[in-house]
Nanobody, 126 residues
Framework: QVQVVESGGGLVQAGGSLRLSCAAS???????????MGWYRQAPGKQRELVAS???????TYTDSVKGRFTISRDNAKRTVYLQMNSLKPEDTAVYYC?????????????????WGQGTQVTVSS
């Protein structure tokens, strides 16, 4: 099973920046391959929404509200995805979750799965 660990959330004033990191790992002997990596967020009373994603060839996509302010990137060797958030606004306040879309080699068969991080709080004060 693939585990995901996030870091980098916190409290920042409007206009400030934060960088989130998300690393995927698995128990020794587990063979897995990562497809897409993404960041979601969920604000109080709202549904979880996709903020940014990046596929294996490095092409990113963003929700309209963060375009020009957020940058998603990945380091395939480290199995890590980053979200650089600049010009933060109070409406960016939410719990941010990392998602790793992957395949696991299970008894000679590749099995598709996805893993979620525990979430990291981002709070932007006005």
């Amino acid at each position: 099973q693939v585990q995901v660990v996030e870091s980098g959330g916190g409290l920042v004033q409007a206009g400030g920046s934060l960088r989130l990191s998300c690393a995927a790992s698995a128990a020794s002997g587990t063979i897995f391959s990562i497809n897409g990596m993404g960041w979601y967020r969920q604000a109080p009373g709202k549904q979880r929404e996709l903020v940014a994603s990046i596929v294996s060839d490095g092409i990113p996509t963003y929700t309209d509200s963060v375009k020009g302010r957020f940058t998603i990137s990945r380091d395939n060797a480290k199995r890590t995805v980053y979200l650089q958030m600049n010009s933060l606004k109070p409406e960016d306040t939410a719990v941010y979750y990392c998602n790793i879309d992957h395949r696991v080699l299970d008894r000679a068969t590749w099995r598709h799965d996805d893993a979620w991080g525990q979430g990291t709080q981002v709070t932007v004060s006005s």
